[in-house]
């Protein structure tokens, strides 16, 4: 079963304009949610978390929000840039401990970032 | 360098046949993690190792499947008598143990059956 699902395979956006990609869960005990970052031929490359005590975690460009309450992430990305061109996975971790380290993935959505 | 490398990039095996593959993680890492990647689908996890011993596996991980990290610091993932089915990106990651959630990969082992 998919806990972690990720509805839009792909989002174009024009450079300099913000792109937001959504994620929802299903399985409640999830308390760490992340943002991995995939280009062609390479692993994906850790974007950016959040905790689920908080509901906003800025890095930069690039913000994630929580909404607990309804089982959904998101990510913003502002400003796009050509480099952001790229696979975005959502991921997911459970407690206790023992188990951290099994992270549960969306199937990705592929952002295009067009001149 | 000290990312987390795989070894090889790529394999064309035949159905049947035995294949192994390495991964060697950030050296201060005492987590390790296996995960395989089908096209359109994120990775999906496999099993983990802390230090040497193996703490977690997927039911995906059926018993012709292998995976060892026998000194705590490169691990193995071997397929016995693969299948078609097998073919798949397989993705190895690490993590410290304070921090398993921030976990870095590999480039991956892309693995064709024919």
């Known amino acids: 079963d998919q806990q972690v699902k990720q509805n839009s395979p792909s989002l174009s956006v024009q450079e300099g304009r913000i792109s937001i990609l959504n994620c929802d869960y299903t399985?409640?005990?999830?308390?760490?949610f992340l943002w991995y970052k995939k280009y062609p031929a390479e692993g994906p490359t850790f974007l950016i978390s959040i905790s689920s005590i908080k509901d906003k975690n800025e890095d930069g460009r690039f913000t994630v929000f929580l909404n607990k309450s309804a089982k959904h992430l998101s990510l913003h990305i502002v400003p796009s840039q050509p480099g952001d061109s790229a696979v975005y996975f959502c991921?997911?971790?459970?407690?206790?401990?023992?188990?951290?380290?099994?992270?549960?993935f969306g199937a990705g959505t592929q952002v295009v970032v067009t001149p | 360098d000290t990312g987390v490398s795989q070894d090889p990039r790529h394999k064309i095996t035949k159905r049947g046949q035995n294949v192994t593959f390495r991964c060697d993680p950030i050296s201060e890492h005492n987590r390790l993690y296996w995960y395989r990647q089908t096209l359109g689908q994120g990775p999906e996890f496999l099993t983990y190792?802390?230090?040497?011993?193996?703490?977690?596996k997927s039911r995906l991980l059926s018993d012709r499947f292998s995976a060892e990290r026998p000194k705590g610091s490169f691990s193995t993932l071997e397929i016995q008598r693969t299948e078609q089915g097998d073919s798949a990106m397989y993705l190895c990651?690490?993590?410290?143990?304070?921090?398993?959630?921030?976990?870095?990969f590999g480039p991956g082992t892309r693995l064709t059956v024919t």
């Open positions: 399985n409640s005990m999830f308390d760490y």
């Open positions: 990651a690490s993590s410290h143990q304070d921090r398993g959630y921030e976990q870095y």
């Open positions: 190792f802390q230090n040497e011993a193996q703490l977690e």
């Open positions: 991921a997911a971790s459970a407690r206790p401990t023992d188990s951290w380290g099994k992270l549960q």
